[in-house]
């Protein structure tokens, strides 16, 4: 995802599959985005993603970069 410069920004255990051989696979890129932004710097404004899954700053409906909030979600998920 990430080498892909593409965010997800809705990571949740419902969007995380396996297969037989149990590789870990990323599903529903409906609201993922590229790494730049529509700015073109890599900030994201957008209130997107589950909330339960959600980083501070986008609950607070502040500024973020969204390879951040993936690794927060991430965390939440691995708690």
């Given at each position: 995802m990430h080498a892909n410069q593409v965010?997800?920004?809705?990571l949740k255990p419902e969007n995380i599959l396996l297969n037989s051989r149990y590789d870990l696979k990323i599903a529903d890129f409906g609201l993922s985005a590229r790494?730049?932004?529509?700015?073109?710097?890599?900030?994201h404004y957008?209130?997107?993603g589950t909330r339960q899954y959600q980083a501070p700053e986008v609950?607070?409906?502040r500024s973020?970069?969204?390879?951040?909030?993936?690794?927060?979600?991430m965390?939440?998920?691995l708690f």
């Open positions: 965010m997800h920004r809705d790494k730049e932004g529509k700015s073109g710097f890599g900030i957008s209130q997107v609950l607070e409906k973020y970069r969204g390879e951040s909030v993936d690794v927060f979600s965390g939440v998920i």
